[in-house]
Antibody, heavy 120, light 106 residues
Framework: QLQLQESGSRLVKPSQTLSLTCAVSGDSISSGAYSWHWIRQPPGKGLEWIGY???????YNNPSLESRLTISVDRSKNQFSLKLNSVTASDTAVYYC????????????WGQGTPVTVSS | DIQMTQSPSTLSASVGDRVTISCRASQSVSRWVAWYQQKPGKAPKLLIYRASTLESGVPSRFSGSGSGTEFTLTISSLQPDDFATYHCQQYSSDYTFGQGTKLEIK
């Protein structure tokens, strides 16, 4: 059974960089033509897609976040990561990692989510 | 950006009821729509993709329909486990979600 688990800093100061990692277990991140996504949900609001990466390293990001966003993959550790710089309070959210198929795609496996607060 | 608008925002119903949740896209998304169920403090769970294909393991009381800009999720006979928030998602152009529909016990 595929499992995804987010980890990283839960409290980030304004203007600093938010860093999260998604560890994948139960299968290799390199098997199949899967895309690996980040999605977030601000408190009391809907879901917002952030971006994705393939195991090859090819990425595609939400244009609204593109300038602040880096998504990377570490095949040796079977994980992928998110870095969002110059954060503000509006970046406060629960952050999820998820698996999709070949884009465009729905998301069939999700991590449990990790809350991140941007505050001084 | 393609906007997804769900209605209603909140729906009160009883066990055994048939309920329908609607999702409207701001432009045609063909049939590239998925539906998710989310319970408090949990990740969303995929129910339906490509507008009407039931994800493996999802009960058959869930069904989806629609194409173009109008989509619906129907639960044929509500069970106690179904009270949750439901999200639609389009994946025709990037990815956007509706604001969610909270299904409450009447």
């Amino acid at each position: 059974q595929l499992q995804l688990q987010e980890s990283g800093s839960r409290l980030v100061k304004p203007s600093q960089t938010l860093s999260l990692t998604c560890a994948v277990s139960g299968d290799s991140i390199s098997s199949g033509a899967y895309s690996w996504h980040w999605i977030r949900q601000p408190p009391g609001k809907g879901l917002e897609w952030i971006g994705y990466i393939y195991h090859t390293g090819s990425t595609y990001n939400n244009p609204s976040l593109e300038s602040r966003l880096t998504i990377s993959v570490d095949r040796s550790k079977n994980q992928f990561s998110l870095k969002l710089n110059s954060v503000t309070a509006s970046d406060t959210a629960v952050y999820y990692c998820a698996r999709g198929g070949t884009a465009p795609t729905q998301f069939d496996y999700w991590g449990q989510g990790t809350p991140v607060t941007v505050s001084s | 950006d393609i906007q997804m608008t769900q209605s209603p925002s909140t729906l009160s119903a009883s066990v055994g009821d048939r309920v329908t949740i609607s999702c409207r896209a701001s432009q045609s998304v063909s049939r590239w729509v998925a539906w998710y169920q989310q319970k408090p403090g949990k990740a969303p769970k995929l129910l339906i993709y490509r507008a009407s294909t039931l994800e493996s393991g999802v009960p058959s009381r869930f069904s989806g329909s629609g194409s173009g800009t109008e989509f619906t999720l129907t639960i044929s006979s509500l069970q106690p486990d179904d009270f949750a928030t439901y999200h639609c998602q389009q994946y025709s152009s990037d990815y956007t979600f509706g604001q969610g529909t909270k299904l409450e016990i009447k």
